[in-house]
């Protein structure tokens, strides 16, 4: 029987629970796609977690990481309306010297102080890649493969959560990521990819289905109760008993199996999951009543039952979405402070349960926006910066190559557009490589997770690729 994983996972996105397990889910399914789990030999003990925040839309990076010294003329020339007031921007002072001097948004003030602490660090002109190009010259030469579709929104996004420029395809590296770990959890019930977005690419797999949580409650998604009419306390018994009569069945078809299976498992893993996360204890650290920030306390929340849940592995996503700022650099501007601020107060939360050293949190967008502005805000580029933050990272430093931002293709060969899109020096599978390597991924297995790794990092190497992690 050849099964459709695409029909497989429209069908369990719209079945009766949102919420999903994944043992007895996938051993039907499992066995009607004949699939072979891939086992990493890079396990190590102890419990880690991956924080992935999609900032959904294009960040406008250039206004998150700027010049502020003596190249401060070159980017508010460039910037014209966009540009931030040098006397603004906050100062950086990384503890390796860079040859520019670097600033942040003003709004930014929390992610300064996790900087100065040595908790978070940047990534600076990083993006999609098939292979190194060089310069514009190469860009336009017709002998390197770009990215397919460059500055298309949904294009670029499924690009930095499969890691595969080259193509379209549905599987994300956090789920081929999951496929290999996933045995390093001693509860199978609830997934080692945990979602507050619902489904997402980067974690879609052939074989492992993500759990979706809520920011709300005890975050288990439940089947919705009756509502709007009278007595509903006991209408909602008559549609509960009704549930665990359909999933207790023994059917002779296997879809039906596969359906009850599904309800069962799903209504088991919300029971497990929503009574552990009910038992722990308030936090201390606050947490603001925006969305991102309360994304962020039920991922601290469950990354605090990992014991009670069984879990040694966890990956979780996290989506905030506005970035697509083509007509305001006001709401730019709020979102930084936005970010800023959850990012602080998550960290906070994670140091107050001493898990900080075994979560690392980053970020990735579809794309950096143009230097340049268009009138209002700017348009849609390519190469940008990104943020990482955990106990584990080589913090207060600033990673990559940061790129002159001149207009002129001859000073500035990284520059395909007279709006200001410049090439990455960096890759996204040099960032992921060493991410999954820090999480325990064995060098083998690598390139199973990223395809791409080959053309920019030898997974042999002694020295990692970009060196953000301890």
Same mark, same amino acid.
């Given at each position: 029987?050849?099964?459709?994983?695409?029909?497989?996972?429209?069908?369990?996105?719209?079945?009766?629970?949102?919420?999903?397990?994944?043992?007895?889910?996938?051993?039907?399914?499992?066995?009607?796609?004949?699939?072979?789990?891939?086992?990493?030999?890079?396990?190590?003990?102890?419990?880690?977690?991956?924080?992935?925040?999609?900032?959904?839309?294009?960040?406008?990076?250039?206004?998150?990481?700027?010049?502020?010294?003596?190249?401060?003329?070159?980017?508010?020339?460039?910037?014209?309306?966009?540009?931030?007031?040098?006397?603004?921007?906050?100062?950086?002072?990384?503890?390796?010297?860079?040859?520019?001097?670097?600033?942040?948004?003003?709004?930014?003030?929390?992610?300064?102080?996790?900087?100065?602490?040595?908790?978070?660090?940047?990534?600076?002109?990083?993006?999609?890649?098939? *292979?190194?190009?060089?310069?514009?010259?190469?860009?336009?030469?017709?002998?390197?493969?770009?990215? /397919?579709?460059?500055?298309?929104?949904?294009? +670029?996004?499924?690009?930095? /959560?499969?890691?595969?420029?080259?193509?379209?395809?549905?599987?994300?590296?956090?789920?081929?990521?999951?496929?290999?770990?996933?045995?390093?959890?001693?509860?199978?019930?609830?997934?080692?990819?945990?979602?507050?977005?619902?489904?997402?690419?980067? /974690?879609?797999?052939?074989?492992?289905?993500?759990?979706?949580?809520?920011? *709300?409650?005890?975050?288990?998604?439940?089947?919705?109760?009756?509502?709007?009419?009278?007595? =509903?306390?006991?209408?909602?018994?008559?549609?509960?008993?009704?549930?665990?009569?359909?999933?207790? =069945?023994?059917?002779?078809?296997?879809?039906?199996?596969?359906?009850?299976?599904?309800?069962?498992?799903?209504?088991?893993?919300?029971?497990?999951?929503?009574?552990?996360?009910?038992?722990?204890?308030?936090?201390?650290?606050?947490?603001?009543?925006?969305?991102?920030?309360?994304?962020?306390?039920?991922?601290?929340?469950?990354?605090?039952?990992?014991?009670?849940?069984?879990?040694?592995?966890?990956?979780?996503?996290?989506?905030?979405?506005?970035?697509?700022?083509?007509?305001?650099?006001?709401?730019?501007?709020?979102?930084?402070?936005?970010?800023?601020?959850?990012?602080?107060?998550?960290?906070?939360?994670?140091?107050?349960?001493?898990? +900080?050293?075994?979560?690392?949190?980053?970020?990735?967008?579809?794309?950096?926006?143009?230097?340049?502005?268009?009138?209002?805000?700017?348009?849609?580029?390519?190469?940008?910066?990104?943020?990482?933050?955990?106990?584990?990272?080589?913090? =207060?430093?600033?990673?990559?190559?940061?790129?002159?931002?001149?207009?002129?293709?001859?000073?500035?060969?990284?520059?395909?557009?007279?709006?200001?899109?410049?090439?990455?020096?960096?890759?996204?599978?040099?960032?992921?490589?060493?991410?999954?390597?820090?999480?325990?991924?064995?060098?083998?297995?690598?390139?199973?997770?990223?395809?791409?790794?080959?053309?920019?990092?030898?997974?042999?190497?002694?020295?990692?690729?970009?060196?953000?992690?301890?």
């Amino acid at each position: 029987m050849n099964f459709n994983p695409y029909s497989r996972r429209r069908f369990l996105k719209h079945s009766a629970c949102a919420a999903m397990g994944t043992t007895t889910i996938l051993n039907t399914l499992l066995d009607l796609c004949k699939t072979k789990a891939v086992g990493s030999s890079g396990m190590t003990t102890g419990y880690k977690a991956l924080v992935c925040i999609l900032f959904d839309g294009g960040n406008d990076s250039y206004n998150m990481l700027m010049p502020r010294g003596s190249e401060y003329s070159e980017y508010a020339a460039v910037r014209t309306n966009l540009a931030i007031p040098q006397a603004d921007i906050l100062p950086l002072n990384p503890i390796t010297p860079i040859p520019r001097d670097l600033g942040i948004h003003p709004n930014m003030g929390a992610v300064k102080t996790l900087f100065d602490n040595g908790k978070l660090s940047f990534i600076s002109n990083i993006g999609t890649l098939v *292979e190194p190009i060089l310069d514009v010259t190469e860009y336009n030469s017709g002998t390197v493969t770009r990215p /397919q579709k460059l500055y298309s929104h949904s294009d +670029q996004k499924q690009q930095w /959560q499969t890691s595969i420029a080259q193509e379209r395809t549905s599987l994300g590296w956090g789920g081929r990521t999951a496929e290999l770990l996933s045995s390093m959890n001693s509860n199978q019930n609830i997934s080692l990819n945990i979602s507050l977005e619902g489904k997402n690419i980067f /974690q879609a797999s052939n074989s492992i289905l993500e759990y979706t949580i809520s920011n *709300e409650g005890n975050g288990a998604l439940l089947i919705d109760p009756i509502s709007g009419y009278n007595n =509903q306390g006991f209408l909602n018994t008559i549609r509960n008993t009704g549930v665990d009569n359909i999933a207790s =069945q023994n059917y002779l078809n296997v879809l039906e199996k596969t359906i009850a299976n599904l309800t069962g498992s799903s209504i088991e893993a919300s029971e497990i999951f929503s009574a552990a996360i009910a038992a722990v204890p308030p936090f201390t650290s606050t947490f603001s009543d925006i969305d991102l920030s309360e994304d962020l306390h039920m991922v601290a929340k469950t990354i605090a039952a990992r014991n009670t849940l069984g879990m040694s592995r966890q990956i979780f996503f996290v989506k905030t979405g506005g970035f697509d700022t083509h007509t305001s650099k006001l709401t730019h501007d709020n979102l930084m402070l936005t970010v800023s601020t959850a990012m602080s107060e998550f960290y906070a939360a994670l140091e107050e349960i001493g898990i +900080q050293d075994d979560v690392v949190t980053f970020t990735i967008s579809d794309f950096a926006r143009t230097t340049t502005s268009n009138g209002n805000g700017s348009d849609h580029a390519w190469g940008g910066h990104q943020m990482v933050m955990g106990g584990a990272i080589n913090g =207060q430093e600033i990673y990559g190559a940061y790129p002159s931002l001149d207009l002129d293709q001859a000073a500035n060969p990284l520059n395909v557009s007279d709006r200001g899109r410049l090439i990455p020096t960096t890759s996204c599978d040099e960032y992921f490589a060493e991410l999954i390597s820090w999480f325990g991924v064995s060098d083998g297995d690598i390139p199973y997770v990223l395809p791409n790794i080959g053309n920019f990092y030898s997974t042999s190497s002694t020295t990692p690729p970009i060196g953000f992690l301890l």
